[in-house]
């Protein structure tokens, strides 16, 4: 059976640190991979999705970014965290021919 | 621009009684509907989905249905239990490249009462 793995469960971080947020997926092949955040009170916000090793489409401009360095490993980045990147981060991934998505357990990152 | 809206914050039902939850949309270009359920602290789980080529789809206690000219969908769920309780998310994917691309809405709280 398919699982998908991300860590840390919980991240506090001082504004302008670097951040590195990690997901794996395991039991399945060439997935589609996407990294979602969720404000405070907000729906889930699509940051960036995946469709093969190295190949990264971003859906919101801001300081973060996202690289796939493995076929089941999706890394979400920033040099420099802003207040306004608190929130809880998910990652998700999907069948090629599947709309639907599994998530992952998520993290909760609060910038100070 | 909210492409995807559910407009009840939160919803309020008795144990054993049907619970109806809506979605809004405005891009006619999306081709699948989703429903996720997302409990505190956990990462959302799909519940249902139906395709933009039909009106409705039933698994178990949960039915969506999908009226294309009103560019809505709500889930039904009957009879709610209280496990139910937890928040849902409406969502729309359009098909990009080698990928479908969902926009979900905010989400209504569901809350159901023994």
């Known amino acids: 059976s398919q699982t998908i793995h991300q860590w840390p469960a919980t991240l506090v971080q001082p504004v302008g640190s670097p951040l590195s947020l990690e997901c794996t997926v395991e039991?399945?092949?060439?997935?589609?991979l996407y990294w979602y955040r969720q404000a405070a009170g907000r729906g889930l916000q699509l940051l960036f999705y995946?469709?093969?090793?190295?190949?990264i489409s971003s859906e919101v401009p801001q300081n973060l970014s996202a690289s796939r360095p493995q076929d089941r490993q999706f890394i979400l980045s920033s040099k420099k965290l802003l207040l306004s990147d608190s929130g809880f981060y998910l990652c998700?991934?999907?069948?090629?021919?599947?709309?639907?998505?599994?998530f992952g357990p998520g993290t909760r990152l609060t910038v100070l | 621009d909210q492409q995807v809206k559910q407009n009840s914050p939160s919803l309020s039902v008795q144990e054993g009684r049907i619970s109806i939850l809506n979605c809004d949309y405005t891009?006619?270009?999306?081709?699948?509907f989703l429903w996720y359920k997302k409990y505190p602290a956990e990462g959302p789980t799909f519940l249902i989905s139906i395709s933009s080529i039909k009106d409705k789809n039933e698994d178990g206690r949960f039915t969506v249905f999908l009226n294309k000219s009103a560019k809505h969908l709500s889930l039904h769920i009957v009879p709610s239990q209280p496990g139910d309780s937890a928040v849902y998310f409406c969502a729309a994917s359009v098909r990009a490249g080698g990928s479908y691309i969902p926009t979900f809405g905010r989400g209504t709280s569901l809350i159901v009462h023994p």
């Open positions: 995946s469709v093969g090793i190295g190949q």
């Open positions: 891009n006619s270009m999306f081709d699948y």
């Open positions: 039991g399945t092949s060439n997935p589609n």
């Open positions: 998700a991934w999907s069948v090629l021919a599947g709309p639907g998505q599994f």
